[in-house]
């Protein structure tokens, strides 16, 4: 029986614009093709390149300084979390394992996208099977970046056949295969069942140590660049720079809350929530989640 404590059933939205976009073809005189890049909803995989198009190796030594100024009491992180973070910073190699794992999950997913967009005929003959884009009630991010669901596009002959778990979306696939940690948002958050489905399937890979929850002192992606914009503002500060509060506390800014327990914790506290439970909100969402889905405070 799930744990889950909310019920989230959000309607799809139309695209209202797509912005400056590639234009690739036109088949006919009102059908143009453009290119539309994809953020997959509820996930997060580990960066390849951050911040900007750095790798994230270079950031090791900087990271390994954050671990040492955490320690000194440095830094505006409270000390839960800094005790929390310090071990996996402290090795030196926190950037380099950021981006070795978010070169892995990308290998991960251009093999799941092979396997299951490759239909084969009786025949043996092989074709690409389209995708299904289900796009959710916040439509771009920051990037321009269309905010979707995407599974394989299935015929209605074919789904009659399949249950809800076989016809998953690439976004649980991820998941499931423990490359990509659960990252729902509120209030862009999946169906009651599919979210019931994430985190059962997080909660699998966390517990089997797959992916990226094979070594312990791993940093999923929202982590990673959490600490990168920790690392810049502890620099300013122990250079003697005088900052306001929302530069100083401006690296951590969404809210969490464990949908199990239905329990929110202030950003700070993020990581006391098992990482398939949290759901992240925006501070100005915050009001909105707490009485649509009676959220409490935490103990």
């Not at 071990?87 to 093999?111: H, I, V």
Request: proline residues 6%.
């Amino acid at each position: 029986m799930s744990k889950v404590q909310i019920f989230w059933d959000p309607k799809g939205l139309e695209l209202d614009t797509l912005g400056n976009k590639k234009y690739l073809r036109a088949t006919d005189g009102d059908t143009p093709y453009i290119s539309l890049s994809i953020r997959m909803l509820s996930i997060d995989t580990p960066e390849v390149h951050y911040p900007g198009n750095q790798k994230p190796s270079r950031y090791d030594d900087r990271l390994k300084e954050l671990a040492q100024w955490i320690k000194q009491g440095k830094t505006p992180a409270n000390k839960s979390l800094g005790e929390s973070l310090y071990p996996k910073l402290a090795t030196g190699k926190a950037g380099t394992l950021q981006e070795t794992q978010g070169q892995n999950a990308t290998d991960a997913f251009n093999k799941m996208l092979e396997d299951k967009l490759t239909r084969v005929s009786s025949s043996g003959r092989k074709s690409k099977r389209r995708v299904f884009v289900y796009v959710a009630d916040s439509h771009f991010d920051q990037y321009g970046r269309v905010l979707a669901y995407m599974a394989p596009a299935y015929s209605s002959q074919e789904r009659e056949t399949m249950t809800l778990r076989e016809r998953a979306t690439f976004n649980l696939m991820m998941v499931e295969s423990g490359w990509a940690a659960p990252f729902p948002i509120y209030p862009s958050l999946p169906k009651h069942l599919d979210l019931v489905m994430l985190q059962e399937a997080g909660k699998n890979a966390y517990e089997h140590k797959k992916g990226i929850w094979t070594d312990p002192a791993t940093l999923t992606g929202y982590e990673y660049r959490m600490c990168v914009r920790l690392y810049e503002v502890t620099k300013k500060l122990v250079a003697g720079k005088k900052l306001n509060s929302k530069e100083k506390y401006g690296w951590i800014s969404r809210f969490c809350f464990d949908m199990t327990t239905r329990e929110i914790y202030y950003p700070q506290y993020y990581y006391r929530v098992l990482p398939y439970n949290r759901v992240f909100i925006w501070p100005d969402e915050v009001t909105d989640a707490v009485g649509k889905l009676n959220l409490v405070p935490s103990q």
